[in-house]
């Protein structure tokens, strides 16, 4: 730990900003965890990239098909492999909550940068402020590492502002990845000010959220990765400008992309959005593997609609190794 649990806030302040990406786990053609195609992925997306923080094993990487034993293990992968050179957030998600706590004690043993903690699915509660208020208290109080809220409406509900602005003054509350309407969002940023930095997972509004709510953290989703390439990082290029105000360029740039989240969100299956998204790194040749029960695979009409869509969409492969998919 490179923080006291009282300096958890200011830390992330500090360290907690830019663009922060949730990894999928690649998996092996007998389903193991490809534990060299991740280590070149994350070195590829830290190096090449310029990403400055990994969300590890979370919904994306489906945490829910792993052991906790696997779980460990990446959260100690991403630490070797990024080193101090980017951050890590590790998600620590469960309906158990001593796997919740086994979870985050191992990520604060390891030195991983933060933990996500998403709000547990309480369907059977016609009420949960003070369930969740608890929730979050009870595992602030056994780690000293900060820690990231999530909702999202997976669990059955969403989190209002007024209750994740009083989990917020919590000591090591550091941040939320707040999935929900933009206008919940909105309201939860000027309530928290800068307790807490507050992001949602849209790339599509993360431009728009640095110009207008003044944002300085993209907690996370894939399109770090999958819209960018060692020769073409125009989402690392929009945010820098944004960043440095020059709000007209960044614009620009951002729009520029339009062509690619087009063809990837109309080349994707309904239900198949990891197999999809695997199947987009290894056409940029990144490690993509197989996806795990209960998820489904691509078929070979579905890999060769998303192929074409692909070498449409526009972004430089340059430099870039050879796609195992080709």
């Known amino acids: 730990m490179k923080y006291r649990r009282i300096e958890a806030k200011e830390y992330a302040r500090a360290h907690m900003k830019g663009i922060w990406a949730?990894?999928?786990m690649p998996f092996a053609a007998d389903l193991s965890i490809d534990q060299m195609g991740w280590r070149r992925n994350l070195r590829h997306w830290v190096d090449d990239l310029g990403i400055d923080g990994v969300f590890v094993s979370g919904k994306q990487g489906e945490f829910?098909?792993?052991?906790?034993?696997?779980?460990?293990?990446?959260?100690?992968?991403?630490?070797?492999?990024?080193?101090?050179?980017?951050?890590t957030i590790m998600s620590c998600s469960d309906q158990n909550m001593d796997t919740v706590i086994e979870l985050a004690k191992h990520a604060q043993?390891?030195?991983?940068?933060?933990?996500?903690?998403?709000?547990?699915?309480?369907?059977f509660l016609h009420k949960q402020d003070d369930t969740l208020y608890q929730y979050y208290?009870?595992?602030s109080e056994q780690v000293d590492i900060?820690?990231?809220?999530?909702?999202?409406?997976?669990?059955?509900?969403?989190?209002?502002?007024?209750?994740?602005?009083?989990i917020a003054d919590l000591p090591n509350i550091v941040a939320i990845k707040y999935s929900v309407p933009r206008e919940m969002y909105v309201r939860l940023t000027r309530l928290?000010?800068?307790?807490?930095?507050?992001?949602?997972?849209?790339?599509?509004?993360?431009?728009?959220?640095?110009v207008e709510?003044?944002?300085?953290?993209?907690?996370?989703?894939?399109?770090?990765?999958?819209?960018?390439?060692?020769?073409?990082?125009?989402?690392?290029?929009?945010?820098?400008?944004?960043?440095?105000?020059?709000?007209?360029?960044?614009?620009?740039?951002?729009?520029?992309?339009t062509p690619v989240r087009e063809a990837f969100r109309r080349s994707r299956p309904a239900e198949k959005p990891?197999?999809?998204?695997?199947?987009?790194?290894?056409?940029?040749?990144?490690?993509?593997?197989r996806v795990r029960a209960p998820m489904l695979e691509l078929t070979e009409a579905e890999k060769e609609a998303t192929r074409r869509a692909f070498e449409t969409c526009g972004l430089k492969l340059d430099s870039q190794p050879k796609s195992s998919a080709a």
């Open 146 to 166: 900060g820690i990231a809220m999530w909702s999202h409406p997976d669990s059955g509900y969403l989190m209002s502002p007024e209750l994740c602005a009083r």
């Open 64 to 87: 829910f098909s792993m052991s906790i034993e696997e779980r460990k293990r990446t959260f100690e992968i991403a630490v070797d492999e990024v080193g101090d050179r980017a951050g």
């Open 192 to 210: 928290v000010g800068d307790k807490i930095q507050v992001s949602t997972a849209s790339e599509e509004e993360w431009f728009y959220n640095i």
């Open 213 to 257: 709510l003044g944002w300085r953290l993209y907690l996370c989703s894939s399109p770090p990765y999958l819209f960018q390439t060692k020769a073409d990082r125009r989402m690392r290029e929009y945010t820098d400008l944004a960043f440095n105000g020059e709000v007209a360029k960044a614009k620009v740039v951002r729009d520029s992309l």
């Open 109 to 123: 043993a390891v030195g991983a940068t933060s933990i996500v903690v998403h709000a547990p699915v309480l369907h």
């Open 137 to 139: 208290k009870a595992i």
């Open 22 to 24: 949730a990894s999928l």
């Open 274 to 289: 990891p197999a999809h998204s695997k199947y987009w790194q290894e056409l940029m040749g990144q490690a993509g593997g």
